[in-house]
């Protein structure tokens, strides 16, 4: 199947259309099929009407971007800047952390949607570590002095491997490619990666003039402690973040 290339200017219902197509396949919270199909259907109309994806994509007047600063005692770990880092990138937002009057804020910044998906995604992986943390420090008969190193450096072996977990699924994800009806392999996700993180940057930018961000890690972690946590790492599955009306376990985008 091929497609005729118009010679007329789209009109609004065409780029409105299409906009549409690529807020779907940028949704984090669709299932695979859901937003291979809208590439694809997009892909073809671009192609069709001689357009490029930056000409039809979101700007950041019309993202909504909106920030959200999680303040519970769970995200103020210093172990978990890697995963909030990795997870909003992943998820078509901007991960970081300010120190906001000498306390650690864990922030993310993007479309509503995704942020939620990111926000659930983090809660998710942090209640893991620190459960699996107790359980592992009993198994491995620690002694009870060394109890609270030993955790923070399973915590930290955790959410380094998975951060390196996730940003794999991004560099796969952004090479991804997709075929259009008329046979022509095009790239899946880049352009949309690249739209929306510029967006959140360029409202960060405005909003923030600098940005605080946390210095090094301020003790040596246990050997032993960040190694068990870096094994469980790789263990921790990564397809039960929630989707927007969804529930745990399902088939979300990037699984």
């Known amino acids: 199947k091929g497609y005729t290339m118009e010679t007329t200017i789209p009109n609004d219902t065409i780029i409105d ?42 700007t950041k007047q019309e993202a909504d971007i909106i920030e959200e600063r999680l303040v519970e005692s769970n995200f103020q770990y210093i172990w978990i800047r890697d995963l909030v880092k990795s997870i909003g990138r992943l998820y078509f937002c901007r991960g970081f952390i300010l120190n906001d009057n000498k306390k650690k804020v864990c922030c993310f910044a993007g479309q509503p949607h995704n942020v939620a998906i990111a926000k659930d995604m983090l809660t998710y992986l942090v209640d893991t570590i620190n459960r699996l943390k107790k359980i592992k420090c009993i198994e491995a008969n620690v002694e009870n002095s060394l109890h609270r190193n030993w955790q923070w450096s399973f915590s930290l072996g955790a959410a380094k491997r998975l ?26 996700l880049k352009s949309l990666y690249d739209v929306a993180l510029n967006n959140v940057n360029d409202w960060l ?48 985008l990037l699984r």
């Open 205 to 252: 930018k405005a909003k923030y003039v600098t940005g605080s961000k946390l210095g090094g890690n301020t003790q040596a972690p246990v050997a032993a402690g960040y190694h068990a946590g870096r094994q469980e790492g790789d263990k921790i599955s990564l397809n039960n973040q929630i989707g927007a009306g969804q529930s745990k376990g399902g088939n979300h």
């Open 163 to 188: 951060a390196e977990r996730l940003n794999t699924m991004y560099t796969e994800s952004y090479q991804k490619q997709t075929v259009s009806s008329s046979g022509e392999t095009l790239p899946a």
């Open 17 to 58: 259309r299409i906009k549409k197509l690529i807020a779907l396949a940028q949704n984090a919270g669709a299932s695979e099929n859901e937003a291979a199909t809208a590439m694809q259907k997009a892909q073809d109309m671009l192609a069709r009407y001689n357009l490029s994806i930056e000409q039809v994509s979101i």
